[in-house]
DNA sequence: TTACACCTGTGTCCAAGACACAGGTCAAGA
DNA sequence: TCTTGACCTGTGTCTTGGACACAGGTGTAA
């Protein structure tokens, strides 16, 4: 039994009584649960990182839900917020959108499981994963092929209706 | 001599005696000129085959430059813009930029080679391709081996601090 | 006249951050 | 105490190449 947990049972044993304390028991157990997870942005950034920025960003979409100090208005972000970010991290690198990682969330949220919702997703950004990268293939082979046979042809100044050989006379 | 021709050439032997047509001449040749090789952003469109949008976005960044009908203030597209147009549209499917584009037809218009840009350009832009493409196949290929591993695996609810296993779980 | 297709100039949207701005807070050093 | 620089906030803007939206004008066949 840990020091928070005991001061939770002190609270609980004195509920009938807890005006005799005013709120400073409830401040303290506020205090000291954000002492032991919460951190400031740079901080969360750090053990994740990313940019300050990307952690600002995820809580401007309301992905990461910090709370605030009172005394100077800093946010702080819980461990609960370390797993979100760290889970939308993941996620992004599976190549699922932002959108996607809020649907995935509201599941969880909701304690249901995420897991059809998961695949589903995972098909349809696979599928356009697969097309961007064709569509980059023959790209990069296009313009592969065009720097190879410009390299054996020569400059020319444009007429009336050429404007870059190269570019124009290039067969594909 | 065609007709255009030998239209301006009876303007130019009445030079000093204008005043006894008016501009009434001035419009013929304006009008014909248009009619030999102006369209409408329509059939512009269509003879490039892209659409009206396309046509107006390189208007609007002034790659275009259309006259107008002074009847209706439609634009008219001329043989030079159907040539610009044709160049762009070449040139984004190599791979370059707008921005790109826009740089080498300044060069063209100062009656200068484009070559030695077109060469420069290429080379950049080929090397962002090749990055891109390397990015897209390695998301490819972790998005292919996430689908195949999550296959094998059951749908679970969440916990404290695991949002979604499939994901979180993904080693890669 | 009506209806519909076409036209214009101008503004906004798209994605996932990165950057900008004006102003507040913190803390070490002089 | 003051200064300075790092850090913080909320909010706005930017990035790219079109696609879309909007309010209003034009053309033409029925």
């Not at 082979?141 to 390299?151: G, K, T, Y």
Request: charged content about 30%; some cysteine.
């Amino acid at each position: 039994m840990d020091f928070l947990s005991g001061l939770e049972l002190m609270i609980d044993s004195y509920q009938g009584k807890e005006q005799s304390f005013g709120v400073n028991l409830n401040l303290a157990i506020v205090r000291l649960s954000c002492e032991e997870g919460c951190v400031k942005v740079i901080e969360m950034a750090r053990r994740l990182g990313v940019t300050a920025d990307t952690v600002r960003f995820y809580t401007r979409i309301k992905i990461l839900k910090p709370g605030k100090n009172k005394t100077n208005g800093y946010r702080e972000y819980s461990e609960s917020d370390y797993n979100r970010l760290r889970f939308a991290l993941s996620a992004r690198q599976l190549g699922f959108s932002v959108e996607d990682i809020q649907e995935i969330l509201n599941h969880a949220d909701k304690k249901k499981s995420p897991c059809p919702t998961v695949r589903r997703l995972i098909e349809h950004r696979l599928n356009e994963t697969e097309q961007r990268f064709a569509e980059t293939q023959q790209l990069r082979e296009r313009m592969q092929q065009a720097a190879i046979e410009w390299s054996q042809k020569p400059d020319k100044v444009p007429t009336g209706d050429m404007i870059c050989h190269l570019i124009e006379e290039f067969a594909q």
